[in-house]
């Protein structure tokens, strides 16, 4: 099995013990995005539609250093601190893809990394 470690410059360094992604044969599996913007380290947060947009931006970055898009997604999670906000995040997500969309789930958590709204994970297939 190979395995090649995929680090994006222009997306957020990993704030733990893990991976931008991991290339695995013809799979990538990226990590979990939350809302920071990579030149400044800061969050983008002002609201939920802000936030998401900076997290797929972020997923874009990833999968472009991979030499893929978002057309080569198959599965994403969406992990949400409030379920009440799925319609506005669902609305820029979807903005994201043409229309082949990847399978996905979105679940609600109790809280997540910096205290964010929403974080991705995806994986794609070349």
Avoid: W
């Amino acid at each position: 099995m190979s395995k090649t470690i995929i680090t994006a410059s222009n997306a957020p360094a990993p704030i733990g013990p893990y991976n931008q992604a991991i290339l695995s044969g013809n799979m990538l599996f990226i990590s979990g995005q939350i809302c920071i913007d990579p030149p400044t380290g800061e969050l983008r947060n002002k609201d939920i539609q802000e936030e998401t947009h900076q997290v797929m931006h972020n997923l874009k970055a990833i999968l472009q250093k991979a030499e893929m898009g978002f057309a080569n997604v198959v599965k994403t999670t969406i992990f949400l601190t409030d379920m009440h906000q799925f319609g506005q995040v669902n609305e820029v997500y979807g903005k994201y893809f043409d229309s082949d969309f990847p399978a996905r789930e979105t679940v609600q958590v109790s809280a997540l990394p910096k205290f964010v709204n929403v974080e991705i994970s995806m994986i794609a297939v070349k």
